[in-house]
């Protein structure tokens, strides 16, 4: 089964390093998702992507945090400066939305730790 | 303000009988719902879906029912295996979102199946 993968599958740093959390969606797939995963808040939805252009990121700390996709195989997800705060699982999904109520399809997820 | 409420944190079930999983939501613009599944270590797997002009979906031995007036879905797992020990997120979206692929979930309910 074709899957979304996701790298790193750790990361440890230190507050005010830069992150940087990189996706393969599905082959084929034209919609990409970030959301993030904390115990208070659940699953957020930080931004997503249609045929590489950004849809929507108003869940996303437009301070420190960008979203970008240089081409159809890879999108990416920076933090820069880090906080612990940000501490969190990261998780990129993708789908092939080219018509209503398609499932996403979720990679394995980073697991963020900033000390 | 949570829109998709799971209100019960963890359930647990012996092997072959049924396990009922609840979800409320308080927007009535919502018209899809979705359910998914997470291990461990994973990333949510999509389960099942409903849309809002249906009142049950099933699929194998998940079935989702939605009662629109209740603003409630629930699934049904019938006969429960251990190999459903997991998380279980209930997700929705609806064009009040902003955009129409974007999803709001629920924080999760744990399921434990016991052999």
């Known amino acids: 089964d074709a899957r979304v993968t996701q790298t790193p599958r750790h990361k440890v740093t230190e507050m005010g390093q830069e992150v940087t959390m990189r996706c393969q969606p599905i082959?084929?797939?034209?919609?990409v998702f970030w959301y993030r995963q904390t115990m208070m808040q659940g699953l957020e939805l930080l931004a997503y992507?249609?045929?590489?252009?950004?849809?929507?990121d108003s869940g996303m700390p437009k301070d420190r945090f960008s979203a970008e996709m240089p081409d159809a195989t890879l999108a990416t997800l920076k933090i820069q400066p880090s906080e612990p705060r940000d501490s969190a699982v990261y998780f990129c999904?993708?789908?092939?939305?080219?018509?209503?109520?398609?499932?996403?399809?979720f990679g394995d997820g980073t697991r963020l730790s900033i000390l | 303000d949570q829109q998709v409420k799971q209100n019960s944190p963890s359930l647990s079930v012996q092997e072959g009988r049924i396990s009922i999983l609840n979800c409320d939501y308080t927007?009535?613009?919502?018209?899809?719902f979705l359910w998914y599944k997470k291990y461990p270590a994973e990333g949510p797997t999509f389960l099942i879906s409903?849309?809002?002009?249906?009142d049950k979906n099933e699929d194998g031995r998940f079935t989702v029912f939605l009662n629109k007036s209740a603003k409630h879905l629930s699934l049904h797992i019938v006969p429960s295996q251990p190999g459903d020990s997991a998380v279980y997120f209930c997700?929705?979206?609806?064009?009040?979102?902003?955009?129409?692929?974007?999803?709001?979930f629920g924080k999760g309910m744990k399921l434990t199946v016991n052999p």
């Open positions: 927007n009535s613009m919502f018209d899809y």
């Open positions: 999904a993708s789908g092939l939305l080219d018509r209503p109520n398609q499932p996403q399809h």
């Open positions: 409903i849309s809002s002009i249906k």
């Open positions: 992507f249609r045929n590489r252009a950004p849809l929507d």
């Open positions: 997700a929705a979206k609806g064009l009040s979102q902003g955009g129409s692929e974007k999803l709001v």
């Open positions: 082959l084929g797939h034209n919609t």
